[in-house]
C-alpha cells in the first residue's frame, strides 16, 4: 500500500530528526501533502497509527496540512487556489497562468515537548 510505504519512511526521519531532540520527546508531527500528491489522507492516518502502535513512539500524533493546488498568474502576479481544474485567474482573468504548489509531500514541523527545567515561556503543554 502506497500510505504505508509513506507512514514507515516518516517514521523514519522522524527517528532522525530526534537524534537532534536528546532532551525532548516528540509528541506531534505536521506533514504537509498537496492535492496533488496523490496521498489519501484517511488511508494514511490509518496506516500512520498501524506503524506507531507498540513502539516508543506511541502515541505521536500525525496532522495532516493539506495544500490545495496553486497557480500564479503571470500578468497580477496574484497566487490563487485552483478549483474544479479552472486555472485561470480569479482577479484578471488570464488564463495562462503558471503552477505553483500543490504537489507537496514534505515533513512541515515537528512538536517537541521539552523534559529540561528550564522551559519556562515555551509554547507547548507540560505533562507529568
Ligand atoms: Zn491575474
Aim: net charge negative; aromatic share 8%; hydrophobic share 40%.
Amino acid at each position: 500500500m502506497h500510505e504505508m510505504a509513506i507512514a514507515n519512511s516518516l517514521l523514519d526521519a522522524i527517528e532522525k530528526e530526534a537524534l537532534r531532540f536528546p532532551q525532548g520527546r516528540i509528541t506531534k508531527v505536521g506533514l504537509r501533502i498537496g492535492e496533488l500528491a496523490g496521498v489519501d489522507r484517511d488511508a494514511l492516518s490509518f496506516c500512520w497509527e498501524a506503524v506507531v502502535r507498540g513502539t516508543e513512539w506511541e502515541p505521536l500524533v500525525l496532522e495532516i496540512d493539506y495544500r490545495p493546488r496553486r497557480h500564479r498568474c503571470e500578468r497580477c502576479s496574484r497566487e490563487f487556489i485552483v478549483e474544479s481544474y479552472d486555472v485561470a485567474c480569479p482577479v484578471c482573468g488570464e488564463v495562462n497562468t503558471i503552477f505553483a504548489g500543490g504537489d507537496e509531500l514534505e515533513l512541515a514541523y515537528l512538536e517537541v515537548e521539552d523534559h529540561e527545567p528550564c522551559g519556562a515561556g515555551a509554547q507547548g503543554t507540560e505533562r507529568e
